[in-house]
C-alpha cells in the first residue's frame, strides 16, 4: 500500500524546471564578497533590496510599531490572540490606500473588497480554487513567471494554455494570439474560465498597454463565462507611475463599473515586490464580486498574515508622507539600477528588450547559441551557470517560444556585485568561448532545422538532469 496520496508522489509541482534548478546549484555555492567571492552570483531572484535603509530608518522613528505597542502601551497580547480571518480592518484600509497611492489616485480600492492572504503565490491559486474546477483553464500570455506552473495548477488542478506572443512586436498581446489560445482551448477540450496577465509583466518587465488591455477587455466582454485576474504584484516597479495602467482604471475609464464586465475583473497584489517585503507574506486579491470575495475569505483560513504583520504595516502604511517618498525614491532607484544592466550588457553585445518596470530584465542571447533550439539554450544556460558563476533564468522555463531570451534580475544585489557579474560574462564572451561551441554545434544545428518545431519541444528543459555536471566543471 502506497504510504503517501498521488498528490504528494505526483510529479506536477514544477520544482524540477530550469528556473528552480538554477536556485538549487546558487544555494551548493554561493557568491559572497568575502567568505565566496567566486561562487554563484544569484540573478533568477526577483527581490528587490534597493531600499531597504528607507524602511529600516522609518523603523527606528517609529519604534512603537515595531514593538506591538499603540500610545506607548503594551498591545501584545492583543494581537497574540486568536484573529478573525478577514483581517485588521485598519490593515485592509492602509493598504487600499496605498494601491490607490500606487496608482497616483486615478482609482479607488475598497478595503471590503479585499482578501488578505499569505502571499501572492496563496492569492493566485485561492482565486483559481473560486474561479474554475479541475481540469478548467487559464490562458497566459508567454513568456510567463515559471513558478505559475505550480501556483495556478499543483493543487487545483487547473490547466494553463499559452497565449503565443513573440519578439516581432515585443511580446505584446494581439487579438490573434488571443483568439489562436482560446480555440486550441476548445480543441482540446478545455472550458476556458479565464485570463490571467501579470502588470506590469514578469518576466518581460513592460508594463500592458491600453491596447493590449481593451483587447483583454473586449474579449471577456464577448465571452460571458470568462473572468480576468490582473496580477499587479510589480504596480509599484514602473519606473514612471503614469506608465502603468491597472484594469481598475479601465474599468472606470470605459465606464464598466454597472456592466456584467465589473465582477468577472480581479487583482492579485502583494508588498514582496514594492515594499521589497517577501518574508512577510503579505498578499491580497482584490475583486468587485460580493461571491469571490466571500469564498476568498473563508479560504484564507489556510494561509492567514499575521496579526503582528498586519499591524505593523498599517503603521507603515498608513505614513502618507513616507509612502509617497518611498514610491517615488524606489522608482527613481529602479530605473538607475536597471540601466546600469542594460548599459552594461550593451558594451558586451548583448540587448534587452526595452522595459520601464521590474526588477529584471528580459534578455536577447539568441546571437550567443550555437544552433537556433531550446538544447542550445540550455548549453548556453548550463555554460553560465557553471563556468560564467551566475544564475539566470533561461527563457524556455518561462514558456517563450523563441530559444535565447534569458530573465536576468537586478534588484537584488548591490552595485558591486552587478558589476562583478558583468565583467564575468564579458570575459566569458570575450574569450571566445561560444564560438568554439557555435564550430561543434554546426552539424547538429543543420539537423535541428529539419525537424518540425512544435510547442511540447521545450518540455524536456523542464525536467533537466545534472547528472553531467562534474564532467562539465572538469
Not at 500500500?1 to 524540477?16: F, I, V, Y
Not at 473563508?298 to 492567514?304: A, E, I, N, Y
Not at 564550430?439 to 547538429?444: L, P, T
Request: with cysteine.
Amino acid at each position: 500500500m502506497d504510504l503517501l496520496s498521488r498528490k504528494a508522489t505526483c510529479n506536477s509541482h514544477g520544482q524540477d524546471s530550469s528556473y528552480f534548478l538554477g536556485w538549487e546549484e546558487y544555494e551548493k555555492n554561493p557568491h559572497d564578497v568575502v567568505k565566496n567571492p567566486h561562487g554563484i552570483i544569484q540573478m533568477g531572484l526577483a527581490e528587490n533590496q534597493l531600499c531597504f535603509d528607507l524602511l529600516e530608518s522609518w523603523l527606528i522613528q517609529n519604534p512603537d510599531a515595531a514593538s506591538f505597542k499603540r500610545d506607548g502601551q503594551s498591545i501584545f497580547r492583543e494581537l497574540a490572540l486568536f484573529q478573525d480571518y478577514h483581517g485588521l480592518s485598519s490593515f485592509k484600509k492602509a493598504l487600499a490606500d496605498f494601491m490607490s497611492e500606487n496608482r497616483q489616485t486615478r482609482v479607488s480600492f475598497d478595503s471590503n473588497n479585499l482578501v488578505l492572504t499569505a502571499g501572492a503565490t496563496s492569492a493566485n491559486e485561492t482565486l483559481m480554487f473560486c474561479l474554475a474546477n479541475p481540469g478548467d483553464a487559464f490562458l497566459l500570455p508567454t513568456p510567463y513567471y515559471p513558478g505559475f506552473d505550480r501556483d495556478l495548477k499543483w493543487r487545483t488542478g487547473v490547466e494553463i494554455v499559452p497565449i503565443q506572443c513573440t519578439s516581432s512586436n515585443g511580446f505584446h498581446i494581439t487579438k490573434l494570439a488571443l483568439e489562436e489560445a482560446y480555440e486550441q482551448a476548445k480543441k482540446l477540450n478545455l472550458n476556458v474560465k479565464g485570463v490571467l496577465i501579470t502588470n506590469p509583466s514578469n518576466p518581460l518587465g513592460t508594463t500592458t498597454t491600453q491596447t493590449e488591455l481593451n483587447i483583454l477587455f473586449e474579449f471577456i466582454s464577448k465571452n460571458k463565462n470568462i473572468h480576468l485576474v490582473s496580477d499587479e504584484i510589480y504596480s509599484g516597479t514602473a519606473f514612471s507611475s503614469s506608465e502603468f495602467i491597472s484594469v481598475m482604471e479601465i474599468l472606470k475609464t470605459n465606464q464598466l463599473e454597472n456592466t456584467d464586465v465589473f465582477k468577472r475583473v480581479h487583482i492579485v497584489y502583494s508588498l514582496s515586490k514594492d515594499l521589497g517585503l517577501p518574508g512577510f507574506r503579505v498578499g491580497a486579491i482584490y475583486s468587485n464580486d460580493k461571491d469571490v470575495i466571500s469564498a476568498a475569505t473563508k479560504m484564507s483560513s489556510f494561509g492567514l498574515v499575521s496579526s503582528q504583520t498586519q499591524y505593523l504595516l498599517s503603521s507603515l502604511l498608513s505614513d502618507k508622507k513616507f509612502t509617497k517618498n518611498y514610491l517615488r525614491e524606489n522608482q527613481r532607484r529602479l530605473k538607475n539600477r536597471q540601466r546600469m544592466l542594460v548599459t552594461g550588457l550593451e558594451a558586451i553585445g548583448i540587448g534587452c528588450l526595452k522595459s520601464n518596470a521590474g526588477l529584471f530584465c528580459w534578455v536577447d542571447m539568441r546571437h550567443l547559441l550555437s544552433s537556433k533550439t531550446f538544447e542550445a539554450e540550455m548549453d548556453l544556460w548550463k555554460k553560465i551557470v557553471y563556468e560564467v558563476k551566475l544564475n539566470i533564468s533561461p527563457g524556455s522555463s518561462c514558456h517563450c517560444e523563441e530559444p535565447g531570451w534569458f530573465r536576468v534580475c537586478f534588484a537584488n544585489m548591490s552595485e558591486e556585485t552587478l558589476k562583478l557579474a558583468l565583467k564575468r560574462l564579458k570575459k566569458f564572451v570575450d574569450n571566445g568561448t561560444l564560438s568554439r561551441s557555435c564550430q561543434v554545434g554546426e552539424s547538429q544545428s543543420l539537423k535541428s532545422s529539419r525537424k518540425k518545431t512544435t510547442t511540447t519541444v521545450s518540455n524536456w528543459v523542464f525536467r533537466l538532469s545534472f547528472h553531467d555536471r562534474d564532467a562539465e566543471e572538469r
